[in-house]
């Protein structure tokens, strides 16, 4: 994205910082550029505000894959199979 | 350690763990199952790197997680993608141009934050956005956002520039969004 030091930016460029916003720091230009889009444009405010949610709720997600106990079990025909392969494998 | 040099109760203990965790990461079923199962044979046939250091599911789990990286490194085209391909989720025309469409744009979700991150089923309905992403944007976005790999290691792995990197995650992040908003915020 080249947005060549204008103050102004269009949605399209403030959805692009936003979301880039999740991993990485913007400068300091990119947040007044962003800030000032924010103030004026209530869809990309909308837009951030969701984003922020996703960003959380994949992380918490993430947590749940790792915790989980019960529920998703691999197949028992698909665990027979690969013990044979196992099996195979070792002799 | 024992375990190991037993296959049977091998899989009793980690298949559905790594099963789990491949279903998160990969579109399919049959894709997560073909995983664990290299998974398993990758873990057979260097038991000697088993060091004991770490748990025998934390081994097998970075097992798993390589796999994961080549079974999208194999997917990946380095194709270019650019900022300015055409997005119609934004205006093409004189002072529309690049900003929202209405019929595009976010609606409003009537949301609690936290009662959300509680909900199990908008957890799966987003689990199942992330797997129909499309595969151009999918591939960057496991490794980079589920996976957590450094930037530079993504951009190694599928051989892309890192703003191609950028303009995949953004794209990957429109979509899951349009998704959730299709999904569950009706």
């Known amino acids: 994205m080249d947005t060549k030091g204008k103050m102004m930016i269009t949605c399209k460029e403030a959805t692009f910082l936003i979301s880039k916003k999740q991993q990485d720091k913007?400068?300091?230009?990119?947040?007044?550029?962003?800030?000032?889009?924010?103030?004026?444009?209530?869809?990309?405010?909308?837009?951030?505000?969701?984003?922020?949610?996703?960003?959380?709720?994949?992380?918490?997600?993430?947590?749940?894959?790792?915790?989980?106990?019960?529920?998703?079990?691999?197949?028992?025909?698909?665990?027979?199979?690969?013990?044979?392969?196992?099996?195979?494998?070792?002799? | 350690?024992?375990?190991?040099?037993?296959?049977?109760?091998?899989?009793?203990?980690?298949?559905?763990?790594?099963?789990?965790?491949?279903?998160?990461?990969?579109?399919?079923?049959?894709?997560?199952?073909?995983?664990?199962?290299?998974?398993?044979?990758?873990?057979?046939?260097?038991?000697?790197?088993?060091?004991?250091?770490?748990?025998?599911?934390?081994?097998?789990?970075?097992?798993?997680?390589?796999?994961?990286?080549?079974?999208?490194?194999?997917k990946s085209s380095s194709k270019e993608v650019s900022f300015d391909m055409p997005d119609d989720r934004f205006g093409k025309y004189g002072s529309m141009n690049d900003h929202w469409m209405d019929s595009r744009a976010p609606k409003e979700w009537q949301l609690n934050s936290d009662e959300a991150l509680e909900n199990d089923e908008l957890k799966a309905v987003l689990q199942a956005c992330i797997q129909h992403l499309p595969e151009k944007w999918a591939s960057c976005f496991i490794l980079r956002i589920m996976e957590e790999m450094k930037g530079e290691e993504v951009c190694k792995e599928l051989n892309i520039s890192s703003s191609n990197m950028w303009v995949m995650l953004h794209r990957a992040r429109l979509q899951l969004r349009d998704c959730l908003e299709k999904g569950w915020f009706k």
């Not at chain 2, 060091?51 to 994961?68: D, H, M, N, V, Y």
């Open chain 2, 1 to 74: 350690m024992e375990q190991l040099t037993n296959p049977d109760s091998w899989v009793d203990a980690y298949a559905d763990y790594l099963y789990r965790y491949a279903l998160s990461r990969v579109s399919n079923t049959e894709i997560a199952e073909d995983l664990v199962q290299e998974t398993f044979l990758a873990g057979i046939k260097n038991l000697d790197s088993f060091k004991g250091k770490s748990s025998e599911q934390t081994w097998l789990t970075a097992i798993l997680k390589r796999k994961i990286i080549d079974h999208y490194r194999k």
């Open chain 1, 26 to 91: 913007l400068n300091w230009f990119e947040r007044l550029q962003l800030n000032l889009h924010l103030m004026m444009c209530k869809y990309c405010r909308r837009f951030a505000e969701q984003v922020s949610f996703i960003t959380k709720a994949i992380a918490s997600l993430k947590k749940k894959v790792m915790n989980q106990s019960a529920g998703v079990s691999l197949s028992d025909e698909k665990k027979q199979l690969i013990k044979k392969k196992l099996l195979e494998q070792k002799k």
